[in-house]
């Protein structure tokens, strides 16, 4: 089954600090990976994806086929980072739906 | 620039009404979803729609149905609306593209639907 696991529902850290987003994932074959974010009363968007290798807003995430997983990173939490973080998987068999996980929110504190 | 509305933002329905959620893309996109957004369950596909009048199941379709008659417009439809359906609805496209880099839903900015 082709499924993505956000552990965390919660997460809130201090302006400054490092802030890693959990995402793993089950899918045989090559996945492709992204990030979406939702910040206060605007639409959902797209953050990253994996195949891009980018850094947006100065997030970056790796995908790591041996833990499967695609944690997404920050290395100093700004207060505009605050918003709900959704990691998707592209789904097999050339469909062109995502499996989205149940997303984790993000609080950067003063 | 993308551009996905979806007709209203707040809905209220009383239980048994047929309720219509409309969205309109305006890219010329081939696929069209809709997903409920619920608190601690994410996003979950209710339809998916990969042309004019072509659409496929999503994990959640019961109590749900579709109509796609023009490219750019996507329905949901709830045939007898529940309480249960009480849910932030979104609205997505996508191009159909072969170049995976690039791969991108559009959302919407969403539908709060109450059923009393």
């Known amino acids: 089954a082709q499924r993505v696991t956000q552990p965390e529902k919660l997460l809130s850290v201090f302006k400054g600090a490092p802030v890693e987003l959990k995402c793993n994932y089950s899918?045989?074959?090559?996945?492709?990976l992204f990030w979406y974010v939702q910040y206060s009363r605007q639409r959902l968007q797209l953050l990253l994806r994996?195949?891009s290798r980018e850094s947006i807003k100065g997030f970056t995430a790796d995908l790591n086929k041996g833990e499967t997983s695609f944690h997404l990173k920050k290395p100093f939490a700004q207060e505009e980072d605050s918003a709900m973080y959704y990691c998707a998987l592209l789904r097999q068999g050339g469909s062109e739906k995502l499996v989205f996980g149940k997303g984790t929110k993000l609080t950067v504190n003063p | 620039d993308v551009k996905v509305t979806q007709s209203s933002r707040y809905l209220v329905k009383r239980t048994g009404e047929k309720v219509f959620l409309e969205c309109v893309q305006d890219m010329d996109h081939e696929n069209m979803f809709w997903y409920r957004q619920d608190p601690g369950l994410g996003l979950r596909l209710i339809y998916f729609s990969y042309d004019v009048k072509m659409k496929e199941k999503g994990d959640i379709p019961e109590g749900y149905s579709v109509s796609r008659e023009k490219k750019e417009r996507f329905s949901l439809i709830l045939e007898s609306a529940s309480t249960n359906q009480t849910s932030m609805y979104l609205c997505?496209?996508?191009?159909?593209?072969?170049?995976?880099?690039?791969?991108?839903?559009?959302f919407g900015p969403g539908t709060r639907l109450t059923v009393t």
């Open positions: 997505a496209s996508s191009l159909r593209n072969e170049d995976r880099a690039t791969y991108e839903q559009y």
């Open positions: 899918y045989s074959g090559s996945p492709e």
């Open positions: 994996h195949i």
